[in-house]
């Protein structure tokens, strides 16, 4: 389909008329089906692409026209000539019954009243059901990176493009990963370690970059003579525009625009425990305590987030976090109905012997106050799934999309 080019600040009737050239090119060859009765089509498709995106499920159900257009490239090329966007959370859940990965994005329900107000909505899984794959976002994708499957280590990456819920092949990096460390910086995929070098081809490709404009791959010089080379990464992070890789003890911080390497402090590896995420630089995870802090790296040092604690379980073992529209929002699992605390906030770990775990989910507004002090306010926080016990969140991340509010 032929992209269109419309100036910011287009009024309604060039938007109007750049959507109608859009329709009568892709559309030449049949009649399209009428999507409101009594409207041109152009108009129709104008109002439609104006509604919020958790709207669409209970609009596909009005006819199929409409469920057509929820999925067609010209309605995203319409969206796009607004220049609007809206992120959304994405999640893997590795559901027990299946031992399966299963993909879900969480809705905002409000023109469904006898529903809850968010909820999670299934999308279509990865072709490859690989375990311990790293996963970044570039603009309308979610990129999941190597992995393993039956303990064999893989190359292969696989890219969910969020506008459409459809997977695409994306071409395989030049060695195979596990648990590697990733970040995008200036729109480009860097991956770091998740190999054992043992030869000279790990050894040289111990770090590449991929460019999702060219789909092509390159290795990064990570010649250093401090550089940790450890098998296994459980965390990264980008801040500030450098890619921070964490072992199992101490890590690395490479910075692509200088194509420097450096070691990370020691009061970074001391508290950083596994999964995070960084809202206005500053990065968030749970800490030995069970409690939510945060690392400003031009402080140098950890700060309670404070104001949460009473509406929040304490994680001692952590929690799934993500930047979502510059809001720290926290998933985590926690046995059914009745079988945790009464307020619904339990630790996760229950008494009875439910079949069901539900998945809770609380976004959080967080605000430094001076210097010292980092203060959150939880805005909502409600079960958003229910699953079978034992099943177990894997990823989460935020992917922005073009929408309106």
Same mark, same amino acid.
């Given at each position: 389909?032929?992209?269109?080019? =419309?100036?910011?600040? /287009?009024?309604?009737?060039?938007?109007?008329?750049?959507?109608?050239?859009?329709?009568?090119?892709?559309?030449?060859?049949?009649?399209?089906?009428?999507?409101?009765?009594?409207?041109?089509?152009?108009?129709?498709?104008?109002?439609?692409?104006?509604?919020?995106?958790?709207?669409?499920?209970?609009?596909?159900?009005?006819?199929?026209?409409?469920?057509? =257009?929820?999925?067609?490239?010209?309605?995203?090329?319409?969206?796009?000539?607004?220049?609007?966007?809206?992120?959304?959370?994405?999640?893997?859940?590795?559901?027990?019954?299946?031992?399966?990965?299963?993909?879900?994005?969480?809705?905002?329900?409000?023109?469904?009243?006898?529903?809850?107000?968010?909820?999670?909505?299934?999308?279509?899984?990865?072709?490859?059901?690989?375990?311990?794959?790293?996963?970044? /976002?570039?603009?309308?994708?979610?990129?999941?990176?190597?992995?393993?499957?039956?303990?064999?280590?893989?190359?292969? !990456?696989? /890219?969910?493009?969020?506008?459409?819920?459809?997977?695409?092949?994306?071409?395989?990096?030049?060695?195979?990963?596990?648990?590697?460390?990733?970040?995008?910086?200036?729109?480009?995929?860097?991956?770091?370690?998740?190999?054992?070098?043992?030869?000279?081809?790990?050894?040289?490709?111990?770090?590449?970059?991929?460019?999702?404009?060219?789909?092509?791959?390159?290795?990064?010089?990570?010649?250093?003579?401090?550089?940790?080379?450890?098998?296994?990464?459980?965390?990264?992070?980008?801040?500030?525009?450098?890619?921070? /890789?964490?072992?199992?003890?101490?890590?690395?911080?490479?910075?692509?625009?200088?194509?420097?390497?450096?070691?990370?402090?020691?009061?970074?590896?001391?508290?950083?425990?596994?999964?995070?995420? =960084?809202?206005?630089?500053?990065?968030?995870?749970?800490?030995?305590?069970?409690?939510?802090?945060?690392?400003?790296?031009?402080?140098?040092?950890?700060?309670?987030?404070?104001?949460?604690?009473?509406?929040?379980?304490?994680?001692?073992?952590?929690?799934?976090?993500?930047? !979502?529209?510059?809001?720290? =929002?926290?998933?985590?699992?926690?046995?059914?109905?009745?079988?945790?605390?009464?307020?619904?906030?339990?630790?996760?770990?229950?008494?009875?012997?439910?079949?069901?775990?539900?998945?809770?989910?609380?976004?959080?507004?967080?605000?430094?106050?001076?210097?010292?002090?980092?203060?959150?306010?939880?805005?909502?926080?409600? !079960?958003?799934?229910?699953?079978?016990?034992?099943?177990?969140?894997?990823?989460?991340?935020?992917?922005?999309?073009?929408?309106?509010?």
């Amino acid at each position: 389909m032929r992209m269109l080019q =419309v100036t910011a600040g /287009a009024p309604p009737n060039s938007l109007m008329s750049a959507t109608a050239t859009a329709t009568a090119t892709s559309s030449a060859p049949q009649e399209q089906p009428i999507l409101i009765p009594s409207l041109p089509n152009d108009i129709a498709l104008n109002i439609l692409a104006r509604l919020p995106r958790s709207h669409h499920p209970l609009l596909s159900l009005v006819s199929k026209p409409f469920r057509s =257009v929820f999925s067609s490239p010209l309605f995203y090329t319409t969206r796009s000539l607004l220049r609007c966007s809206q992120p959304f959370l994405y999640l893997s859940i590795r559901i027990s019954t299946t031992s399966s990965l299963h993909w879900f994005t969480l809705y905002h329900n409000s023109p469904n009243p006898t529903k809850p107000p968010y909820f999670l909505v299934p999308v279509p899984p990865t072709p490859s059901p690989l375990l311990g794959s790293a996963l970044v /976002a570039v603009g309308p994708k979610i990129y999941v990176i190597g992995g393993c499957l039956k303990d064999v280590p893989s190359s292969h !990456v696989w /890219a969910l493009d969020c506008r459409f819920h459809t997977w695409e092949s994306v071409p395989n990096m030049r060695i195979s990963r596990e648990f590697a460390a990733a970040g995008v910086v200036d729109d480009k995929i860097y991956v770091i370690g998740g190999c054992v070098v043992d030869t000279w081809a790990r050894s040289k490709n111990w770090a590449e970059a991929y460019d999702p404009k060219t789909r092509t791959w390159e290795s990064v010089d990570s010649a250093h003579d401090n550089l940790l080379r450890e098998k296994w990464m459980h965390a990264s992070a980008v801040i500030d525009n450098r890619i921070y /890789a964490m072992a199992d003890r101490n890590g690395v911080v490479y910075e692509p625009r200088t194509k420097k390497w450096d070691s990370v402090g020691s009061e970074l590896d001391l508290g950083w425990r596994g999964r995070a995420c =960084v809202v206005d630089e500053v990065l968030y995870c749970y800490d030995f305590l069970g409690k939510i802090r945060g690392f400003d790296v031009g402080k140098g040092f950890w700060k309670e987030l404070r104001g949460v604690d009473k509406e929040l379980p304490r994680f001692l073992a952590g929690a799934t976090m993500a930047n !979502v529209g510059g809001k720290l =929002v926290v998933v985590w699992e926690k046995k059914g109905s009745g079988i945790g605390n009464e307020n619904g906030n339990g630790d996760g770990k229950g008494k009875g012997k439910g079949k069901e775990m539900e998945i809770w989910c609380a976004e959080i507004e967080v605000e430094k106050k001076g210097d010292e002090e980092l203060w959150g306010k939880i805005k909502w926080c409600d !079960v958003v799934h229910k699953v079978p016990i034992r099943s177990t969140i894997v990823h989460c991340l935020a992917v922005t999309l073009l929408n309106l509010p």
